[in-house]
């Protein structure tokens, strides 16, 4: 297995997501980080869900989003989630979102999710269901 997982999505841009100017509104993108987180969480047995049964929750605390190029309504776009493996603990991820007819870069972005019990605490060392999930993956840590 990699030391890298990934996972892409693809989506459609709806009606209701774009601006006046019929482009998406700059907000949307942060639903679509979320489609691929997701989505990702299906592919590997890391979603909300699983998450949560394990009486933890991963808020985000970070957010980094660098529009690079439109998307407009009635565009398709490609949605790709990169797994940043990290001893610290937090789930990491980077992304790449696409314009699909013509494969153009629209946005990379970045974000940082803790890990929180469902009391609100603070886990300052990795949960064990995920130490667990990630030797499924062979993911090393240093």
Known sequence: MS???KNSTESDIRFSEVDSMSVVWHGNY???LEDG???????????????????VMTPVVKLDLNY???IAYG?????ETEFVNTAAAKIIFKYKIYRASDRK???TA????????TDGTLLFTNP???EEWKKKWNLSVG
């Open 105 to 107: 870069l629209a946005l």
């Open 75 to 79: 565009d398709r776009i490609i949605i």
């Open 30 to 32: 942060v639903k679509y």
């Open 3 to 5: 030391d890298t997982l």
């Open 68 to 70: 690079k190029q439109y």
């Open 110 to 117: 970045k974000s940082i999710q803790v890990f929180v019990e």
């Open 128 to 130: 064990s269901f995920y």
């Open 37 to 55: 987180r997701e989505a990702f969480g299906r592919q590997y047995g890391l979603g909300y869900l699983d998450v949560y049964k394990n009486k």
